[in-house]
């Protein structure tokens, strides 16, 4: 290891600072301190990897568990906010080199850095058990909200808007034109990312490289999937459709029931419609899944067999959780 | 797994595959050209090399240390190997594939080794901020919006990472993509850095951190996001306090009894055992031991200034 006075500054407080640099590994790769002792023990973070000293979590997470606890007032670890300015940074610095100084004269050394890490974990178990209630609560308003932003929509710009997506398209009727090899999805709702999307097709399919590429619009609740080649897509919509179904064939990933048909010729791209068109065409598909729904009464079969299947995934780890943390 | 493929080969560079001159002087060590009007600076030109995920990546001598499936902490990606031009091949100490969940490298670097800085830079370019985790990178100059853009980029950008979700503003022919994690957007800003969308030779983009999404809908997600990934961690912490407990339980069986009194309350209470801490990477106390240092070389300096006529500068003892 070895020590350099002075030898950078402070990646925070711009101030110079005493720099230590040592090889984890005989042979390895040097590490080195790039924040000041000042600065690191105002975050309480380790000098060189910027990880919480206590839990060992980054800061940005640290910080918000201690605002989820409601630690952020008052609390033992003060969440610092780092002034833009140079000299405010520096200034900040000095105040509090000054305050730890006093505080060390006052009570000496002093360790309790681990009980101050079990409190907080305390209250974050507390806040983790309330998470569910209070999740579903705002699930209860986010329906609330989505009520309320109710678009007129007249049946001509309809028709306009929907040219190339195929609400009532099926799995069963392959189209002609040997160049479609894409599906046409919709019903996905703000939370499904494109990589779910890629995982599920690419998982149905036994190879996540067939699938050329995926594209999800959360407002406009539809997107597409494009294989690389016919066959492979032929291939998909035969694992995936079911017999005597005349519908956009449903599948459910992570609670989100989804259909999937054949796409048209022309695969349109969510930025060709403006913000109030998507709300609208999302409005459409919501529409659109009601009524396919009311077919049949597969959508809450689907959704169901999801729910347990997750279920049983929770009650193991809930029994999991009993014989380790209580 | 097979070895990394050599993405360019040794004998074709030499003194003559400098870079074009673009400054004053040329630096040797960073192979690039300073000082004159623009420093060395050549702006925006298309990448000569460019990085075939399927094709090129394989294990290096950097592997060696990672075991398959086990998490790495120190071990970088090859930056050349991003860019496509690594003559090293599987001789190459640096990782040569894409990154995912299992590299958790310190935040105060990225997935290369390079040093992060507490601001963005004004242009929002370079190896970016360890203030904010930021998963989404800003692609301009995008030559055509024509067809299917977002098919287009997700088949590009989706070779370097797990793409979240990709929004397009048209009428600037800009794109933002959003990765799944922090890691694979640093990869990709590297690999995709002045390269052609579908390897077109006529378009170079541009690639920068994005800014905040001003979009309340986007923000809303953002906040969920860091909730759910909070108590994800806590849940893991937890975990791992519980494993630590019941380890304590199994060595003190004489005190069992009293344990069991002890434990709902124990949570919420502060009780002086001691060692509750996830084990981790660095112990409770280093500070206290780094004041304990601090505080014994205050002592020292000290001691040396009464001594101050026999000192030489530098003497073994004190230090």
Redesign the interface.
Known sequence: MTRDRDGAQCKICTRPFTVFKWAPRKGGAFKRTVICLTCARAKNCCQSCMLDLSLGIDLNTRDHLLKMAGESEGGNIEIVHNAKNEVARIYNAEQLDRKFNREDDERGVKTDSGDRAKLLLGKIEKVVEGGKKRKRRDETRNRHDETRKNVNITKGDLLKLCKNLPFNGSLNHIPKNEQIKTFFLFGVNDETTDYSIKEYFGDLLGDRKVIESVFVNTRGKFGFVEFINREIAEMAAKKMKKDGDDKATLFVLNRVPIRVCWAGKTVTSGSDYSNIELDKIGQLVRKQMIKLAKGGEDVKKEVKKEVRKEKRRKVEYKALGDYEID | MKPARLQLDPSTINDSSKPEQTGQIFNVWYSKWTGGETNGRAGLVHAKTRCHV?KDSGYTKADRHVKPGGLNR?K?FCVYFARGCCCNGKRCEYLHRIPTEMDQL???VDCF?R?K???YREDMSGVGS????NRTLYIGRINS?D??????L??SF?EFG?????R???SKKIAFITY?LENQAQFAKEAMYGQGLGEDENETLNIRWANEDPDP?ARK?KR?E??R???E???R???E???ER?SEVSEEVSEVEDEHED??TE??T?T?R?????K???S?????L???L??KRKVLREEREKSKGLELGYSSEDE
């Open positions: 399927t120190d970088y310190p935040p105060t080794g040093e800085y507490m601001d360890f203030n904010k985790v919006m067809g299917n853009i977002e098919l287009k997700g088949k989706g797990d793409i979240e979700r990709i397009i503003v048209k799944r809908n997600r969920e860091e909730d990934a909070g108590i961690s806590a849940k912490l937890l975990k306090l519980a494993a019941a434990e709902p949570v919420s502060a002086p001691p060692a509750i801490m996830p981790p990477i660095i409770t106390d280093s500070l206290g780094l004041l304990k601090k505080e």
